[in-house]
């Protein structure tokens, strides 16, 4: 299994971006049955829980996100999003995405965000 992060970049505050983690070695109905999770990390900072999708379709946010950011999936694509709008500086860190299955954890190699004032 292998998950690959994209979308990352450098936008001015108030910008969007819209990341994407494409699964690979996955079959659907791994994937349908995994929660799928954006996390990230800022520098000097632990790693912490931005978005999460479980196989139920709930979706929960972390508080400073809630309104801003938006995740979502295509099965038939094998692949989870986030939308982020309404971007701020604070937003800036590595972001990962995470598969939880019962058969094992799995996480990305990350994508950088940086947002300027």
């Known amino acids: 299994v292998q998950l690959q992060a994209s979308g990352g970049g450098s936008v001015q505050a108030g910008g969007s971006l819209k990341l994407a983690c494409r699964t690979s070695g996955v079959i659907l109905s791994t994937f349908t049955s995994s929660r799928m999770a954006w996390y990230r990390q800022a520098t000097g900072k632990q790693r912490e829980l931005v978005a999460e999708l479980t196989s139920a379709g709930v979706t929960n946010y972390q508080d400073s996100v809630k309104g801003r950011f938006t995740i979502s999936k295509n099965n038939a694509k094998r692949t989870v999003y986030l939308q982020m709008n309404s971007l701020e500086p604070e937003d800036t860190a590595v972001y990962y995405c995470?598969?939880?299955?019962?058969?094992?954890?799995?996480w990305g190699q990350g994508t950088q965000v940086t947002v300027s004032s």
């Open positions: 995470n598969m939880e299955h019962y058969s094992g954890n799995y």
